[in-house]
């Protein structure tokens, strides 16, 4: 890999280890980028992830400033200066709003949203001062379109649009790109824990009448960190086979 243009420039991909997550990191890792994957729980299958990958994992939770601030310095210390964040770590406390609890509210705010908050924060003056970074935010068609059972959800992703629009006019004049990929549904452990009957409702509704692959979605995430989208930023990447049209 070090005869590769992309082999100096290093990418951190939070979730990095599941689903779409693990798709961006073997997409960065073909481009020849060094790559790391944050995750939180799931100790084997980081491990089993790891060692089939080539990839290092690393653990912490997105949703705690500072643990994000010390893992980032063990990213660093390892691999170097992460110019390449994609913020795709989430997860899901689905309820319709009469039977949401505060906490099912917070954990989904603190992780898909403030997560974006706490890797971008520790990581955009070191892009800056070095004049080229990329940031990729995964947002979702339910922060677009909405999703009934989900206003903690939707709204995490919604605000991880306009997060990305403000962080990128803060970065364009220092060759800092900011943009959002929003997936439609995609075959992950996340879609295909939803009950069959309602899963097949789900794909009826796509025009191209399946659910997304994460190679599809992670394919569209490395474009967006490519010298070819320098002129690229504030932008939202809607991957949905069709069914939300913004």
């Known amino acids: 890999?070090?005869?590769?243009?992309?082999?100096?420039?290093?990418?951190?991909?939070?979730?990095?280890?599941?689903?779409?997550?693990?798709?961006?990191?073997r997409a960065?890792?073909?481009?020849?980028?060094?790559?790391?994957?944050?995750?939180?729980?799931?100790?084997?299958?980081?491990?089993?992830?790891?060692?089939?990958?080539?990839?290092a994992a690393f653990k912490w939770s997105v949703a705690d400033y500072q643990a994000c601030v010390d893992g980032i310095a063990r990213v660093t210390a390892?691999?170097?200066?992460?110019?390449?964040?994609?913020?795709?770590?989430?997860?899901?406390?689905?309820?319709?709003?009469?039977?949401?609890?505060?906490?099912q509210w917070r954990e989904v705010i603190d992780v898909n949203l403030s997560g974006c908050f706490n890797m971008a924060h520790a990581v955009f003056a070191g892009m800056r001062a070095r004049k080229w970074g990329r940031i990729v935010n995964i947002s979702s068609i339910n922060g677009q379109a909405g999703?009934?059972?989900?206003?903690?959800?939707?709204?995490?992703?919604?605000?991880?649009?306009?997060?990305?629009?403000?962080l990128a006019l803060e970065g364009a004049?220092?060759?800092v790109t900011v943009n959002a990929v929003a997936p439609g549904y995609t075959d992950t452990d996340m879609v295909r824990a939803?009950?069959?009957?309602?899963?097949?409702?789900?794909?009826?509704?796509?025009?191209?009448?399946?659910?997304?692959?994460?190679e599809e979605i992670a394919r569209c995430v490395a474009f967006l960190c490519a010298e070819e989208a320098s002129y690229i930023t504030g932008a939202t990447l809607s991957v949905n086979g069709g069914q939300y049209m913004a």
């Open 1 to 25: 890999m070090a005869s590769t243009p992309n082999a100096h420039r290093v990418a951190l991909v939070t979730g990095g280890t599941t689903g779409i997550g693990a798709a961006i990191c």
């Open 28 to 55: 960065f890792h073909q481009a020849g980028y060094a790559v790391a994957a944050t995750y939180t729980h799931d100790d084997a299958r980081a491990d089993a992830f790891s060692k089939a990958s080539g990839i």
């Open 78 to 103: 390892a691999l170097g200066p992460v110019d390449i964040l994609a913020n795709n770590a989430g997860i899901t406390r689905d309820a319709s709003l009469a039977k949401m609890q505060p906490e």
């Open 147 to 166: 999703q009934f059972g989900q206003t903690n959800y939707s709204a995490a992703k919604a605000g991880i649009l306009g997060f990305t629009k403000a």
């Open 173 to 175: 004049r220092d060759g």
């Open 194 to 214: 939803v009950p069959a009957d309602v899963l097949a409702k789900i794909v009826a509704r796509i025009p191209v009448g399946r659910l997304a692959r994460p």
